[in-house]
């Protein structure tokens, strides 16, 4: 074996220690929507091409692989990080450990979860400036080797699940330990039709999509129009939450029971399409919207899962989309994240359109196990949202309507 420098040694650990978490290029993925699903996925190369669902609250890296186990004990901290969160619905995790350490992975639609071997891996992606890609690296990961039942009810070509989560194993943290970014994330989520959004690790910016007209580059950082929020956690629970006061219709407080939306917290999820309201906050906000409208007489009959279908002939076409009630969350510390026609309301066939919020079902009114709101993917649609882990808080700003999430520059050099 070769004898080590030391002078090469010390000279690589003083670069090291003067490169900040910051200082290496972000790593970039295109995301797709899946049509028949709404699902988001992301394209994971780790010596074969993988497509995975990308799942906010997924607390691991997991795909139908057949790599040669690692062998992580189970007192390695690693271990630890791999069955930090449990899956409610999965019974068979938490079982003692006995020599290698196994994790549970999980479908996030189906809620079951198998039995599944660490291995260790490499994933191939470009970097970016916010502009264009740069440059093809690779990052170690750790992920788990799941059976093919857990793909049930997921895109007919996907492999795998890529959790998003603030989890040690999450796909934004092992990113950032891997290629010394920060632990940060920017999503813009495609809508379908209209081609490949876009995930950034590491980044906090610049974003800058093309414009629909010229194809030249925004003249903007898109990150210089981001507004904050916290995001805040619970215990045992990997989703992402936002502290919300109140919801508005036009600039009007919606009245809701008291800690309506402080008993249960209002929740990110792209696994739910369309943002779903448990029932004592989803009766007076959609209730407050349908009397918001021009006419009272455009309402028509309900087209499932949608209760408030209108007719669209008479639904005023605006540059934001359909001349509707704008329906606001009012966020801690006086911002607010507005949804407009576009993110608020969608079409179902050539002459109705819905309000693209639903009641949940299952659960009741109060229920303190169940979210007052879950924020489904159709509304962060079209937005740039920059999930900062280590500050702890959420950026969201509406992209401009001269451009969309599926304008961001995939080829190198433009």
Same mark, same amino acid.
């Given at each position: 074996?070769?004898?080590?420098?030391?002078?090469?040694?010390?000279?690589?650990?003083?670069?090291?220690?003067? *490169?900040?978490?910051?200082?290496?290029?972000?790593?970039?993925?295109?995301?797709?929507?899946?049509?028949?699903?709404? +699902?988001? $996925?992301?394209?994971?190369?780790?010596? @074969?091409?993988?497509?995975?669902?990308?799942?906010?609250?997924?607390?691991?890296?997991? #795909?139908?692989?057949?790599?040669?186990?690692?062998?992580?004990? *189970?007192?390695?901290? &690693?271990?630890?990080?791999?069955?930090? =969160?449990?899956?409610?619905?999965?019974?068979? @995790?938490?079982?003692? *450990?006995?020599?290698?350490?196994?994790? =549970?992975?999980?479908?996030?639609?189906?809620?079951?979860?198998?039995?599944?071997?660490?291995?260790?891996?490499?994933?191939?992606?470009?970097?970016?400036?916010?502009?264009?890609?740069?440059?093809?690296?690779?990052?170690?990961?750790?992920? %788990? *080797?799941?059976?093919? $039942?857990?793909? !049930?009810?997921?895109?007919?070509?996907?492999?795998?699940?890529?959790?998003?989560?603030?989890?040690?194993?999450?796909?934004?943290?092992?990113?950032?330990?891997?290629?010394?970014?920060?632990?940060?994330?920017?999503?813009?989520?495609?809508?379908?039709?209209?081609?490949?959004?876009?995930?950034?690790?590491?980044?906090?910016?610049?974003?800058?999509?093309?414009?629909?007209? $010229?194809? !030249?580059?925004? #003249?903007?950082?898109? $990150?210089?129009?981001?507004?904050?929020?916290?995001?805040?956690?619970?215990?045992?629970?990997?989703?992402? =939450?936002?502290? &919300?006061?109140?919801?508005?219709?036009? /600039?009007?407080?919606?009245?809701?029971?008291?800690?309506?939306?402080?008993?249960?917290?209002?929740?990110?999820?792209?696994?739910?399409? =369309?943002?779903?309201?448990?029932?004592?906050?989803?009766?007076?906000?959609?209730?407050?919207?349908?009397?918001?409208?021009?006419?009272?007489?455009?309402?028509?009959? %309900?087209?499932?899962?949608? !209760?408030?279908?209108?007719?669209?002939?008479?639904?005023?076409?605006? /540059? +934001?989309?359909?001349?509707?009630?704008?329906?606001?969350?009012?966020?801690?510390?006086?911002?607010?994240?507005?949804?407009?026609?576009? #993110?608020?309301?969608?079409?179902?066939?050539?002459?109705? %359109?819905?309000?693209?919020?639903?009641?949940?079902?299952? &659960?009741?009114?109060?229920?303190?196990?169940?979210?007052?709101?879950?924020?489904?993917?159709?509304?962060?649609?079209?937005?740039? +949202?920059?999930?900062?882990?280590?500050?702890?808080?959420?950026?969201?700003?509406? &992209?401009?309507?001269?451009?969309?999430? #599926?304008?961001?520059?995939?080829? /190198?050099?433009?």
């Amino acid at each position: 074996m070769p004898r080590r420098n030391p002078l090469l040694l010390l000279a690589i650990s003083a670069l090291v220690l003067a *490169c900040p978490a910051s200082c290496a290029d972000p790593v970039l993925l295109p995301m797709a929507k899946d049509a028949a699903t709404s +699902l988001y $996925t992301i394209p994971v190369r780790d010596g @074969a091409n993988h497509v995975h669902v990308i799942d906010l609250a997924g607390p691991l890296l997991w #795909s139908t692989c057949d790599h040669i186990p690692a062998n992580i004990p *189970c007192q390695d901290p &690693v271990c630890k990080l791999a069955n930090a =969160y449990r899956a409610p619905s999965c019974g068979i @995790a938490g079982q003692p *450990c006995s020599k290698r350490c196994k994790a =549970y992975p999980y479908n996030p639609i189906t809620g079951r979860c198998a039995a599944a071997e660490l291995v260790h891996t490499r994933l191939v992606a470009n970097t970016t400036d916010g502009k264009n890609p740069l440059s093809q690296v690779s990052v170690r990961a750790v992920a %788990a *080797c799941a059976p093919r $039942t857990l793909l !049930e009810r997921l895109p007919r070509d996907v492999t795998g699940v890529a959790g998003l989560s603030a989890a040690g194993l999450a796909l934004p943290a092992q990113v950032a330990a891997s290629q010394r970014v920060a632990n940060t994330f920017l999503l813009c989520l495609p809508r379908s039709g209209r081609g490949d959004g876009v995930a950034i690790f590491g980044s906090r910016g610049p974003f800058y999509l093309k414009l629909f007209l $010229t194809g !030249e580059p925004s #003249s903007g950082d898109l $990150t210089q129009t981001l507004q904050f929020t916290p995001l805040r956690s619970r215990p045992g629970n990997p989703l992402y =939450y936002i502290p &919300v006061t109140n919801v508005a219709i036009n /600039r009007a407080q919606v009245p809701l029971p008291p800690h309506a939306l402080s008993t249960g917290g209002v929740v990110l999820c792209t696994r739910v399409p =369309y943002t779903a309201l448990r029932p004592d906050v989803y009766r007076p906000v959609v209730e407050a919207f349908d009397r918001g409208l021009i006419r009272s007489d455009m309402r028509v009959a %309900a087209v499932p899962p949608f !209760e408030f279908c209108y007719n669209r002939t008479l639904l005023p076409p605006t /540059r +934001l989309g359909y001349g509707v009630p704008e329906i606001t969350l009012a966020l801690e510390g006086g911002k607010e994240w507005t949804f407009v026609g576009s #993110s608020s309301m969608v079409d179902v066939n050539a002459k109705t %359109a819905c309000l693209a919020f639903v009641e949940m079902k299952g &659960v009741k009114a109060g229920d303190p196990a169940a979210a007052a709101v879950v924020v489904g993917g159709f509304q962060m649609e079209d937005h740039l +949202l920059q999930f900062d882990l280590e500050k702890k808080q959420l950026g969201f700003a509406k &992209v401009p309507i001269i451009s969309a999430c #599926s304008n961001f520059n995939f080829t /190198r050099g433009q």
